[in-house]
């Protein structure tokens, strides 16, 4: 299972006092007002606590100086991955879960139903029938992992395609009372890989995070380079995939049965190509 949600989290989302205070948060400007403060030269001060209280391992960053906690939280590291071709690897550090899209082009997550249609805004183009019967990969940073995620495979990037929305947290007590995913601002893509088929990936921002930074769109890409990344605190992402298109791990299958959480790393196999 994933690690345990945070004490202020579950105030906010688990008591009425803390969901009234919620309500007035996602309301005001205070995820601008955190992005201003951590890109501040004062906010480096934040680092070595953060780095204690969470025993991050900095060896990557031996020596490196950071201008601010937000120069820190993107801080960018040679990130090794499974080259294998036939391979399914992790975008990125996190707790995967995994669910099954259901005959109706929607699956559940923490008691949240969602529509494929939903997650991408409704679009048509994207033609959410197409998951039907799928599986959907579900991928929730949390605020000490590394915030940057690679491609899966080789093949063509599409459009990014932004959706404007507030930014719950992505802590597993948040969603079993929201559909966050559906609520949450999100940049989501097509991609056309070359050997797990057509895929829909999202990026989910979350409580405070308001980065979404993709670097390109409608070109071709390399497995293992880098995509994008998040700019503050914890985040999610989602992929989309058809059916009968990859194979989970035996171990990977068993350890997120029931919606339990996974911990996996960026570039690590957690699939194969069917």
């Avoid at 690690?3 to 309301?27: C, H, P």
């Avoid at 899966?152 to 948040?174: A, R, T, Y």
Wanted: charged fraction near 25%; aromatic fraction near 12%; proline fraction near 4%.
């Amino acid at each position: 299972m994933g690690g345990n949600n945070d004490s202020s989290v579950a105030f906010l989302y688990g008591t009425k006092l803390g969901r009234v205070l919620l309500w007035l948060l996602l309301r005001g400007n205070y995820s601008g007002i955190a992005a201003w403060l951590f890109r501040r030269r004062i906010s480096a001060l934040f680092i070595p606590s953060f780095v204690k209280k969470h025993g991050i391992d900095m060896s990557p960053w031996q020596g490196q100086k950071f201008r601010s906690f937000a120069d820190f939280f993107i801080r960018k590291k040679d990130v090794p991955f499974d080259a294998d071709p036939a391979h399914l690897i992790s975008p990125c550090d996190s707790w995967l879960s995994v669910y099954p899209v259901g005959a109706d082009a929607a699956f559940a997550i923490k008691g949240s139903r969602y529509r494929v249609a939903d997650l991408l805004a409704g679009d048509e183009e994207n033609r959410a029938a197409d998951f039907t019967d799928g599986i959907c990969l579900v991928f929730r940073l949390c605020p000490t992992d590394y915030h940057r995620y690679l491609y899966i495979d080789d093949g063509f990037q599409g459009k990014n395609h932004f959706v404007k929305g507030e930014l719950h947290s992505v802590q597993p007590v948040c969603a079993e009372r929201y559909p966050i995913y559906t609520l949450n601002r999100r940049l989501w893509t097509p991609l056309e890989t070359e050997h797990f088929g057509r895929v829909i990936q999202t990026e989910i921002g979350a409580l405070v995070v308001g980065g979404i930074v993709n670097y390109h769109e409608d070109v071709r890409m390399k497995k293992g380079d880098e995509m994008g990344r998040f700019e503050f605190a914890g985040s999610t992402i989602t992929m989309l995939f058809q059916k009968d298109r990859i194979a989970l791990l035996p171990q990977v299958a068993a350890a997120t049965a029931d919606g339990a959480e996974y911990k996996v790393r960026a570039g690590q196999q957690i699939g194969c190509a069917r």
